[in-house]
């Protein structure tokens, strides 16, 4: 065999051949590097504000100058076409697809309406449209208290500034409705200064100082959810912080878990609202996002809220973080597949199976809770006494607890598929014992039959059922919308015209 060595003696010019093509080689590559290297200083340094303003500037659009590709990507949140199979942006109403929840939730704001989540931009605008805030005119009140802005707009930590927190939750809804008027946005997540992450709201910070963790401990990959954390949370609102003040607090100090929320909860026998058929003290989950993304393999492994909902982006050689913030399956490649190798039909059907294989049982549990609820009221109604019913409204309560947490975090069946499983399947149980004990004293009351399941196949049907009245609500909201929204628009216009903003080019 001619070995290679022999080759090159035999014919010396291949050796500089050779030679030359490695320093051709070594050149591009040294060139490449170089251009990289440039682009990488390009991007840090393509920053040149245009504008100065403080921290507690709540317009979007003003930051947006200083940052172009950011604020362009947020824009995008207002996009809503975007539908995967649960989830997605689009205004989807959650009683229409699932009329059970207007029994589930009976006597509750949520038994008016219900919408799929979409994008940020909308927090406010949906805040002012959804039934359960009401139509406050003339003098009148709304049923909601200012806590219900917390989540929705910059001006929160601006108003917070000014009044503290305590006073900014006290009153009703509509007090501060000429006040917020900028959907989430830069301040609620970005020190001006710096541009870092922080945490903007209060009750994040209190719960975390209440458990002894120090937020401003966290790594910067942590900060990367805890800013979400600010607001994707199970909370509720304490009326023993400060009086007449229904104060935002997350129910975290016993843990995470539903058990341990369960327990805060009934420590202190907090109850959202009683039932208006079985007349249980319920309780409402919110949206434990951040909760159940704890409990999943994904944040074991140290990926961030942003890794998925906020992946890099590239373009025109600058790299910048999306700030479209939406279901990450609209956007696979740059979400997912910078750590996994599968392809895009294969993650999202991973993604589905974990849905679909949840919701199987979650729809068996909301099944078993209507006919909890339709069961206590037949009992009451054939007058069983308080001691009777005690335990069996326990039950309830602590079932549909374990449901709501389950349903009301649309990301729950992916951010941690074991845990959302284990949680409805004790609810499950629950909810059969709860059922046990109800056909015992329904037949000791004289009642043997099957209690019939109501006629709710529409959302109208299942709130006539409940003895709803929606077309009247409805009719007050529009009358509303049109009456004092543009009032509220235009004072706060006039408000803001005043702001310190400062062209740094004038
Ligand atoms: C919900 C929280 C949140 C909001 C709201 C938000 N950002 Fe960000 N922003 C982030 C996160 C997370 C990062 C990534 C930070 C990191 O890893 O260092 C980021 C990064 C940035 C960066 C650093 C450069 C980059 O692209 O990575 C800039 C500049 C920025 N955001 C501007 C803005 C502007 C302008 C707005 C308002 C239009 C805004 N952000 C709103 C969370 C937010
Ligand atoms: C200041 C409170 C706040 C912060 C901070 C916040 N969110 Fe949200 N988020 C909301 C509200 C409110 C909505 C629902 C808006 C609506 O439907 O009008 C929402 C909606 C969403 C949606 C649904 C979007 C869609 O198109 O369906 C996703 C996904 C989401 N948030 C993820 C995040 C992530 C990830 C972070 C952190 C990087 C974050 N949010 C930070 C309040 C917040
Ligand atoms: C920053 C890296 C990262 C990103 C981004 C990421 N993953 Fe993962 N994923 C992981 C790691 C690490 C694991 C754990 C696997 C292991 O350790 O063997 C995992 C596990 C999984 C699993 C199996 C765990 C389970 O729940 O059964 C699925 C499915 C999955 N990822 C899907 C996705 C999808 C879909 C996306 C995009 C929406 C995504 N991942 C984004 C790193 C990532
Ligand atoms: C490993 C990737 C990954 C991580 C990490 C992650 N999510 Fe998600 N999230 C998803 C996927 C996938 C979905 C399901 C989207 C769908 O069904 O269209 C989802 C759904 C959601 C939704 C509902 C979206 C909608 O369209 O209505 C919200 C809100 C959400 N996540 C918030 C969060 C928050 C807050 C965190 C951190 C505490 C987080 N996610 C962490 C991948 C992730």
Not at 103 to 130: C, M, P
Not at 380 to 407: C, F, N, P, S, V
Not at 425 to 436: F, H, K, L, P
Request: with cysteine; glycine share 6%; hydrophobic share 35%.
């Amino acid at each position: 065999m001619n070995s290679f060595s022999n080759q090159i003696k035999q014919k010396p010019w291949l050796g500089w051949l050779l030679f030359l093509a490695t320093l051709v080689v070594v050149f591009i590559i040294g060139l490449l590097a170089s251009s990289i290297m440039e682009r990488r200083s390009e991007a840090a340094y393509a920053f040149t504000p245009q504008v100065q303003y403080d921290q507690f500037e709540p317009r979007n659009d003003i930051w947006g100058k200083n940052f172009p590709m950011e604020f362009q990507s947020y824009k995008k949140t207002s996009d809503t076409l975007f539908r995967s199979k649960y989830n997605g942006s689009a205004m989807i109403d959650m009683l229409e697809v699932d009329p059970r929840l207007v029994v589930l939730w009976a006597g509750y704001g949520f038994s008016k309406d219900y919408y799929q989540g979409r994008g940020h931009s909308y927090a406010v605008e949906d805040i002012r449209n959804t039934l359960r805030t009401g139509a406050p005119m003339e003098g009148g009140k709304s049923p909601m208290p200012n806590t219900c802005w917390s989540c929705k707009s910059p001006d929160v930590p601006r108003l917070m500034n000014e009044m503290g927190a305590a006073e900014f939750y006290r009153g009703t809804w509509e007090t501060r409705g000429t006040e917020i008027v900028n959907s989430i946005g830069c301040g609620d997540c970005h020190d001006a200064a710096t541009m870092e992450l922080q945490i903007s709201r209060p009750a994040l910070k209190e719960a975390f100082e209440r458990i002894g963790k120090n937020n401003t401990n966290a790594s910067h990959q942590e900060m990367r959810s805890l800013v979400c954390a600010q607001c994707h949370v199970e909370y509720y609102f304490s009326k023993s912080v400060v009086e007449d003040v229904p104060y935002l607090t997350f129910p975290w100090d016993n843990g995470f878990s539903v058990e341990a929320m369960e327990d805060y909860y009934d420590d202190i026998a907090f109850a959202d609202w009683t039932h208006k058929l079985s007349r249980a003290p319920m309780l409402k989950a919110q949206h434990p996002d951040y909760e159940i993304y704890m409990t999943g393999v994904h944040a074991s492994r140290g990926v961030s809220c942003a890794d998925c909902h906020m992946p890099f982006m590239s373009e025109g050689g600058q790299k910048y973080t999306d700030h479209h913030i939406q279901s990450p399956l609209n956007n696979v490649a740059n979400s997912c597949q910078v750590c996994h190798r599968e392809e895009t039909d294969q993650l999202i059907k991973d993604v589905y199976e974990r849905q679909d294989r949840i919701i199987e049982n979650r729809d068996k549990l909301e099944e078993l809770l209507v006919r909890c609820h339709v069961e206590a009221k037949l009992a009451w109604d054939l007058g069983a006494a308080e001691g009777q019913m005690t335990a069996i409204l326990q039950d309830i309560r602590h079932a549909q607890w374990r449901w709501d947490y389950a349903a009301s975090s649309h990301g729950g069946s992916f951010h941690s598929p074991v845990e959302i499983s284990r949680v409805i399947g004790t609810g499950i149980n629950i909810a059969q014992e709860g059922r046990i004990k109800l056909s015992r004293l329904l037949y000791s009351l004289g009642h043997t039959g099957e209690v019939p399941y109501p006629n709710i196949s529409s959302k109208a049907e299942a709130q006539a059922f409940i003895g709803m009245d929606a077309a009247t609500l409805k009719a007050e909201k529009e009358q509303f919308l049109q009456t004092v929204i543009p009032d509220w628009d235009r004072q706060a216009a006039e408000r803001e015209a005043d702001y310190p903003v400062k062209s740094l080019f004038d």
